[in-house]
Each structure stands twice: as C-alpha cells, then as structure tokens.
C-alpha cells in the first residue's frame, strides 16, 4: 500500500481518536469548574466538615461515568498508536478478502478495561468517602495516606510486572504479529487484552488521583503525559524510572511530615 494512501486510510481513525479524547478533556473542564464552584462556605465558618452523603444509583453512575471518562481521556493518546496499527491490519485483510472488523471493535476491548478500573475506582471513593477519609475536593484526608500512595506509586514503576506490560505496550506490531485472533470476538479479546497490558502499566498512577485530588486537572493532565512518555518516546522507560525516583521520595516525605 503507498505511503500516501496509508496515511488517508488511518486519517479517519486518527481524527475518531482526537475527536474522542478532546470530548473527554471538555468534559473533565466542565466537570472540574462545576466542583470547584460548590460553596462550601457555611459549613468552613461553623467548624463543620460535611457529613458524607449517602449513595444512590445516579450517584454512583455519575462517579462511574467521571472516572470512566478520565480514565479515556488520560490513556487513549497512548493507546492510539496501536489502534491505529490494527486499522492499517484489518484494511489491508478486506483488501484481500478475509473479511473486515471494523476498528471500534478493538477500541472497545480497551473502553471494557477502562470501565472495569472506572468500577473499582468509583467504590474506592465511596468506601473512602464513608469513612470520612475523603475531602469534598476528592482528596485523601491526611498526609500518611497520601505519602502511602505516592510511596507505592514510585515503587511501583520498578516491578517486574510493570515492564512487562509496558514492553507489550511498546511493541503495537509485535503484540498483533503474536496475538492476533480473526473475527470480531477476536477483535474484541485483543483489544481486552492490550487493555489489560495498558492498565498494567499505569493503574497505580490512577491511584494518585486520590492524594492529589480526582479532579486535580493538572496532575490528571501530568499522569496523562507520563504515561504517554512512556509508551511512545524513545527513552521512555528512563523517563519512568526517573518519575518513580521522584514519586517514591515525595511519598517518601509526606510520611515523614505525617508522622512526626
């Protein structure tokens, strides 16, 4: 296939991704402002801290839908690159009549993995909010929880497991050349699959949400480019072990100030 007509043929995939993690983004913006305006005011001058609300079902999709919504705004750059591999497999498998899968079927097994994670992270905020460990800006009450998080997250970026999700994520072609199944129950397995690979990687970052603030958009923003940098840039490995270094001593400190 030429150069040319490669690029034509994942332009429309490229554009569907961009298109998506923008819609993402504006609605993490809308989302952080309404947050940011609520007025806590009354409570803050009588010395009260708010009690925690009970849950119901809307409740709990709404929190579902934040997080699966920054869980697809913060992974899906990293995870366009091998999307994009699939398109380029699947057209050039119609061209020789093997059949066709359309991509949102690959990109799907990633969105179940993305809301799986959105699962547990919605009833770690509702354990964590009923326990009062939980602010109204959605931040870990205390600095020794907070270092904790920090500290696991550094440590984290050293593991065995770590690089070796973060090699299938590295190696888009590789991952298909090996792993590739026909069909679209196929499609979706592999997707799942990379998913999973994906959220191996960086689940514990996600964690970091909850020290810093789910909404906190600048880190939000920043664990976005990190796991970015490492999947895409060459020297991304370095880059996140240089980023464990500094998670692990910041943690690190914040037990420190916690304990004394």
Not at 1 to 13: F, I, N, Q, T
Not at 210 to 216: E, L, P, S
Request: net charge positive; aromatic share 12%.
């Amino acid at each position: 296939m030429p150069a040319g007509l490669l690029r034509r043929d994942r332009a429309p995939v490229l554009l569907a991704l961009l298109g998506a993690a923008a819609i993402a983004w504006l609605y993490l913006l809308v989302a952080a402002r309404r947050m940011a305006a609520m007025d806590m005011g009354d409570m803050a001058a009588m010395g009260m801290a708010p009690a925690p609300p009970a849950w119901d079902v809307a409740d709990f999709a709404l929190t579902f839908a934040m997080w699966w919504v920054m869980m697809l705004g913060m992974m899906l750059p990293g995870a366009a690159p091998m999307i994009l591999t699939f398109a380029t497999i699947a057209r050039r498998q119609r061209e020789r009549g093997q059949g066709f899968v359309p991509t949102f079927v690959f990109a799907g097994g990633y969105l179940l993995v993305w809301g799986t994670f959105s699962i547990a992270a919605t009833l770690l905020q509702w354990a964590l909010g009923r326990a009062a460990l939980l602010s109204p800006m959605l931040q870990t009450t205390g600095a020794v929880i907070g270092g904790l998080l920090f500290l696991l997250a550094g440590l984290y970026q050293f593991s065995p497991v770590k690089y070796a999700c973060l090699r299938h994520c590295r190696s888009p072609f590789a991952f298909l050349l090996t792993q590739w199944r026909d069909g679209w129950d196929g499609a979706l397995r592999m997707g799942w699959r990379h998913g999973l690979y994906c959220l191996g990687c960086c689940w514990v970052l996600m964690l970091l949400l909850f020290a810093v603030g789910a909404m906190n958009l600048v880190w939000v923003a920043a664990i976005a480019a990190l796991v970015f940098a490492e999947k895409l840039l060459p020297g991304g490995v370095w880059i996140g072990r240089t980023a464990g270094l500094a998670l692990a001593g910041f943690g690190a400190y914040l037990l420190a100030r916690g304990v004394v």
